[in-house]
């Protein structure tokens, strides 16, 4: 390309400028996979052209939450911005910005570089090791007008002192805390009846999140018109 300057003098001065075009990218990297699983964000582990996505346990088919794992918000960064990137299903991948990505099918990721050439990412879903935890970690009893007899926890057994009139309020709809991810065994009946003067133990179980691994617990109402642990809830 030639410029001609003139000065105002009438006077021409001719610059040949010469424009050198750079060779197209190679550039085809997948940088980082992050996701989010009940709000926290995790970072998928990348080794050479697999890529491996861990989920919680429960998300697995046949598991109680198998369904989440159909749309999870994931992010996929790559090396260039003048690369381009698309699922193998075709849908289209903007760098850096959230998707909702079907995990429960095969996925990769297919990266081109802008010299025309691509590099396949494949995307291995993997999943934690379920919980054992079981653990019975607080109970009460309500007895009316927003009061609760706190149960004391020990070992296996759960002492629930309230007053003989507060039997009134039988059968009971447990309050109760246990461990992340474990849950009540169904075989557990609730609502609690407790009736004097034979019927003032009943058994609890606590499920962990690993099939067969489980805790039982016996929840002991014990008749005290001086009842010491009455606490009121908001």
């Given at each position: 390309?030639?410029?001609?300057?003139?000065?105002?003098?009438?006077?021409?001065?001719?610059?040949?400028?010469?424009?050198?075009?750079?060779?197209?990218?190679?550039?085809?990297?997948?940088?980082?996979?992050?996701?989010?699983?009940?709000?926290?964000?995790?970072?998928?582990?990348?080794?050479?052209?697999t890529v491996t996505v861990?989920?919680?346990?429960?998300?697995?088919?046949?598991?109680?939450?198998?369904?989440?794992?159909?749309?999870?918000?994931?992010?996929?960064?790559?090396?260039?911005?003048?690369?381009?990137?698309?699922?193998g299903s075709g849908t289209?991948?903007?760098?850096?910005?959230?998707?909702?990505?079907?995990?429960?099918?095969?996925?990769?990721?297919?990266?081109?570089?802008?010299?025309?050439?691509?590099?396949?990412?494949?995307?291995?879903?993997?999943?934690?090791?379920?919980?054992?935890?079981?653990?019975?970690?607080?109970?009460?009893?309500?007895?009316?007008?927003?009061?609760?007899?706190?149960?004391?926890?020990?070992?296996?057994?759960?002492?629930?002192?309230?007053?003989?009139?507060?039997?009134?309020?039988?059968?009971?709809?447990?309050?109760?805390?246990?461990?992340?991810?474990?849950?009540?065994?169904?075989?557990?009946?609730?609502?609690?009846?407790?009736?004097?003067?034979?019927?003032?133990?009943?058994?609890?179980?606590v499920n962990a999140e690993?099939?067969?691994?489980?805790?039982?617990?016996?929840?002991?109402?014990?008749?005290?018109?001086?009842?010491?642990?009455?606490?009121?809830?908001?």
């Amino acid at each position: 390309v030639v410029y001609n300057l003139e000065d105002g003098e009438g006077n021409t001065k001719s610059y040949n400028v010469l424009i050198n075009r750079l060779p197209p990218s190679t550039e085809r990297n997948l940088d980082k996979l992050a996701y989010v699983i009940d709000g926290d964000t995790r970072y998928a582990t990348i080794s050479g052209n697999t890529v491996t996505v861990t989920l919680p346990y429960s998300y697995g088919d046949g598991r109680k939450n198998a369904a989440a794992k159909n749309s999870i918000s994931t992010t996929i960064d790559f090396s260039d911005d003048l690369a381009n990137a698309k699922l193998g299903s075709g849908t289209t991948v903007a760098d850096g910005v959230a998707m909702n990505i079907d995990y429960s099918v095969p996925q990769s990721v297919v990266i081109t570089s802008e010299d025309g050439n691509s590099t396949t990412y494949t995307i291995n879903v993997a999943y934690e090791e379920p919980s054992t935890a079981c653990d019975l970690l607080t109970f009460s009893l309500p007895i009316g007008a927003g009061k609760f007899a706190e149960g004391v926890i020990n070992g296996s057994n759960v002492n629930v002192y309230m007053k003989s009139s507060d039997l009134s309020n039988s059968p009971f709809t447990p309050v109760y805390t246990t461990s992340p991810l474990s849950e009540v065994s169904s075989t557990t009946v609730i609502p609690m009846v407790f009736v004097k003067p034979n019927a003032l133990s009943k058994p609890f179980r606590v499920n962990a999140e690993k099939d067969g691994v489980f805790k039982d617990y016996m929840i002991n109402v014990i008749p005290d018109d001086d009842a010491p642990i009455v606490v009121s809830v908001d």
